[in-house]
């Protein structure tokens, strides 16, 4: 087993009001590796200077669809399938997996300041029609004005959030049939609208940490993402959108995306994060820290912080490990123990209000396997027993 400190505590969440969870179980999405993959960590994600580093399975449809068909075999809801520089396009790549499988839901990545809202609309339309309305879209806003202005986009950070609460405006209206008319500071359609409007209408999924993208989420948003930090650190978070999307009247669900190592043994597993740390080299981490230390999301800086791009402590929580932010951007904590410690994990996130978790492993189709065969039925043999009980205790009649 690796040797494994003492984790960082986390404040306390006894103070703050328990969030109403919605009884059953969960949804549990897997990822598709568009950037490659490998039985190391792969290099790359939100603003990596590594974009694809280390991959030695490439990203083929014939690959992929093998990874989502083993999702959709295992009982995940969907598959997420990332956008950026270093990755494949999400909407082509998942429409030719779409057709290698059956059930299983696409959740794609884009950014909006790429296409015009009405085409986004449109393509989301045919997407659920020639699926059988099997998409999810996760709306990216871009948070590494470099990589934009490689596109063609040189607004800053803040007007790109303002840009999209007005594409997502549009394409709300547009979803409900209506003729969509406006003349905003970024976004500006006349007289659009579809033939058909999809059935149904797919969920949007949307991140971000900063005020603005906290302000776009509490507005637009189905379901708000966090990457992995510590519960008591999402459940402040949550806290947040939660009462930013009650002023609008409105009411999300909260889904965070982690990576995960489970084994039938907590040592195994930590044996496996010990691999794949010692295969990060001294210098691949200081490239990809010396990187990401220059990236403009909030998101990406509270990942850092749970590091600070040392080996030590990386145990940041029980069983929630840093080390894959080590060498990549975006989503950089892994769920590592046994499958019932992992389980319990997954638990304590359900408690604080997370209802949907994106996860990930090296290599996806071999990790799909060891969570989905050796966590899910745990998390859902749970969530039974939790809803039998609750069936079970009867209800005082009305006075």
Not at 76 to 101: I, K, N, Y
Not at 111 to 134: I, V
Not at 136 to 159: C, F, I, P
Not at 168 to 191: I, P, S, Y
């Amino acid at each position: 087993m690796a040797d494994r400190p003492t984790p960082t505590p986390t404040p306390t969440t006894a103070d703050r009001p328990t969030p109403t969870v919605t009884p059953g179980s969960p949804a549990f999405h897997w990822f598709l590796p568009t950037s490659g993959d490998s039985r190391h960590v792969v290099g790359g994600g939100h603003g990596s200077p590594l974009g694809g580093a280390g991959a030695d399975r490439p990203p083929s449809v014939g690959y992929l669809s093998q990874i989502a068909r083993a999702a959709e075999q295992l009982g995940f809801t969907g598959a997420l399938t990332p956008t950026g520089a270093q990755c494949e396009d999400a909407w082509l790549t998942t429409a030719m997996v779409s057709q290698h499988t059956e059930r299983l839901k696409f959740l794609v990545a884009f950014r909006p300041g790429f296409l015009s809202p009405t085409l986004g609309a449109q393509m989301a339309a045919t997407y659920q029609r020639q699926t059988g309305g099997r998409l999810l879209l996760n709306v990216v806003t871009g948070g590494e004005s470099r990589e934009q202005r490689a596109y063609g986009d040189y607004l800053d950070k803040e007007a790109r959030y303002a840009r999209t609460g007005e594409f997502l405006q549009v394409v709300r209206g547009l979803w409900r049939g209506e003729t969509v008319d406006l003349d905003g500071a970024h976004v500006r359609v006349e007289g659009a609208g579809l033939t058909r409007p999809p059935e149904p209408v797919p969920d949007v999924y949307f991140g971000g940490s900063s005020p603005a993208a906290l302000n776009v989420a509490a507005r637009h948003a189905d379901v708000y993402l966090t990457w992995g930090e510590p519960p008591a650190q999402v459940a402040e978070k949550i806290e947040r959108v939660r009462a930013l999307a009650a002023a609008e009247g409105r009411a999300l669900r909260f889904g965070i995306r982690l990576h995960t190592i489970s084994r039938d043994t907590s040592e195994a597993a930590w044996a496996e994060a010990a691999r794949l740390l010692d295969g990060f080299t001294p210098e691949a981490v200081a490239a990809a820290q010396r990187g990401l230390g220059g990236s403009e999301s909030e998101g990406q800086r509270r990942m850092l912080a749970l590091h600070g791009g040392s080996r030590d402590r990386l145990e940041i929580h029980p069983n929630l490990w840093a080390g894959i932010g080590l060498v990549r951007g975006g989503a950089g904590t892994a769920l590592v123990g046994s499958h019932e410690e992992v389980a319990d994990l997954i638990e304590q996130y359900r408690r604080i209000g997370i209802e949907e978790f994106i996860l990930s492993g090296y290599p996806h189709l071999e990790e799909a396997y060891w969570f989905g065969e050796g966590v899910l039925p745990l998390v859902r043999r749970r969530a039974a027993e939790v809803a039998g009980h609750a069936a079970a205790v009867p209800v005082p009649a009305a006075l």
